[in-house]
Nanobody, 120 residues
Framework: QVQLVESGGGLVQAGGSLRLSCAASGSTISSYSMGWFRQAPGKEREFVAR????????YYANSLKGRFTISRDNAKKKVYLQMNSLKSEDTAVYYC?????????????WGQGTQVTVSS
């Protein structure tokens, strides 16, 4: 079992940066793929990024490559999402998630989300 709590969201101007954090409790996260998703108003939840520690790889939504960076600190049980050059279309609730498989086919654990609002 993994419990996830996101933080770091807020209001930022377009072009600015934010760093989201996800604190995990319960099981160690080193064996999990950790990911970030987001859901904008009136839209479906979409994939943002995932980190596969065991394989040493990261994956990003194509539209976000170069602006967003996922990282983790297994010792602290934390996952981060650094977001740069933010745009108004990045406004959404951002969710942290954990998957027991390296392919991220099934996301078993979710946080409650943190709101990111980018003003233009």
């Amino acid at each position: 079992q993994v419990q996830l709590v996101e933080s770091g969201g807020g209001l930022v101007q377009a072009g600015g940066s934010l760093r989201l954090s996800c604190a995990a409790s319960g099981s160690t996260i080193s064996s999990y793929s950790m990911g970030w998703f987001r859901q904008a108003p009136g839209k479906e939840r979409e994939f943002v990024a995932r980190d596969v520690w065991s394989a040493g790889t990261t994956y990003y939504a194509n539209s976000l490559k170069g602006r967003f960076t996922i990282s983790r600190d297994n010792a602290k049980k934390k996952v981060y999402l650094q977001m740069n050059s933010l745009k108004s279309e990045d406004t959404a609730v951002y969710y942290c998630a954990a998957s027991p498989d390296i392919f991220g086919a099934r996301w078993d654990y979710w946080g409650q989300g943190t709101q990111v609002t980018v003003s233009s």
